[in-house]
């Protein structure tokens, strides 16, 4: 056979591309090392060469400059390895379903949850799952709005459990609401915003303000009173002065600063009690923030009984934080927000 022919029987078949090869040069592209990479996947050098070589021969592309300090991806090795971590993910996801569809109990069930509904909801939830079934593989990650959108679009997760007014607009996703929430202003015991009858906004932005990053849909939450508040232009959401990754490094900071912040009534009750907390009434608010939480995923999947299962629990998780806030609301002498 000549090698014209050849040559096109090869690419009228499409290539073979190995899953493992492609993993093999992510790993190499993190480590720019060709032992260190080795080492990371646990194989010899010299088979991690043989295998990057093959898949550069494959692609009819280099994908390495090589020297003897350490390897870096070319300008079109770059491209390659951004698609080849797309495959990897989608083909790990693919491997995840498959195994949940089998039995129902394998492969690993993968959510991202909001910093604020995860404390709230998921992590009980979570507990009551295991509890109900120990040989479930979970993977929980708490993220700030704006990365827990990007693990959900990059499927990096099987569902989302996050504030959806913002996307109930994605005609890519599907929504399903939890309920609303509302929420409450607070700052540590002794704050010398407590010693004011009643703060003006201007007050409020002496201090600095700590919470996880929002989405711009719910800036209105602290415009007024954050001076050092700012739009994220890499993330598209809102960054306050002092931006942390979860609801608990937020309190944290409260107690031992004149931070204030802002959380649901059920992540402070404890902290009231003990009288390391205190409540901070804003008057011209005229009604605290609430949110509407939700589920959400892409229209391409079908979630399987393993998500709907843990669905069923978070949201009677929301169910009981909804009662808990109405009973809090009633000893303020504040209403809850409709729909709650």
Not at 219 to 230: K, P, T, W
Not at 267 to 281: E, P
Request: with cysteine.
């Amino acid at each position: 056979m000549d090698d014209a022919k050849q040559h096109r029987e090869r690419y009228s078949s499409g290539m073979n591309l190995d899953l493992k090869s492609l993993r093999y040069a992510v790993v190499l592209a993190r480590h720019r090392h060709f032992g260190q990479a080795a080492a990371a996947l646990a194989i010899s050098q010299p088979t991690l060469s043989r295998n990057i070589a093959a898949l550069e021969r494959e692609l009819g592309i280099r994908l390495f400059e090589r020297s003897n300090r350490d390897v870096v991806a070319t300008p079109a090795g770059e491209d390659a390895l951004r698609m080849a971590e797309e495959l990897l993910l989608r083909a790990e996801a693919l491997s995840n379903r498959l195994e949940l569809v089998r039995d129902g109990r394998g492969g690993r069930l993968r959510v991202v949850a909001g910093a604020y509904i995860d404390d709230i909801a998921v992590q009980p939830a979570a507990i009551d799952l295991i509890n109900a079934n120990p040989s479930m593989r979970l993977e929980i990650l708490e993220r700030e709005w704006t990365a827990a959108l990007s693990s959900l679009m990059s499927d990096q997760v099987d569902f989302a459990v996050a504030d959806v007014l913002a996307l109930r607009d994605m005609p890519s996703l599907r929504v399903e609401s939890l309920g609303v929430l509302q929420g409450v202003y607070f700052c540590r015991t002794g704050h010398p915003l407590l010693a004011k009858a009643e703060p003006t906004p201007d007050d409020l932005r002496e201090y600095p303000f700590v919470m996880p990053g929002i989405s711009l849909s719910r800036m209105s939450f602290i415009a007024d009173i954050d001076s050092g508040m700012r739009i994220d232009e890499r993330g598209g959401g809102v960054l306050p002065s002092i931006a942390v990754s979860s609801f608990r490094s937020a309190s944290d900071i409260v107690a031992a600063t004149d931070a204030i912040s802002l959380g649901h009534p059920t992540q402070i009750a404890d902290g009231l009690a003990a009288g390391r907390f205190a409540l901070l009434d804003l008057p011209w608010m005229g009604k605290l923030p609430s949110v509407e939480m939700g589920v959400a995923w892409k229209r391409e999947r079908t979630l399987l009984p393993a998500a709907r299962a843990f669905i069923k629990l978070i949201r009677k998780h929301v169910r009981n934080a909804q009662a808990a806030e109405s009973r809090a609301a009633s000893r303020r002498g504040r209403r809850p927000p409709a729909g709650a």
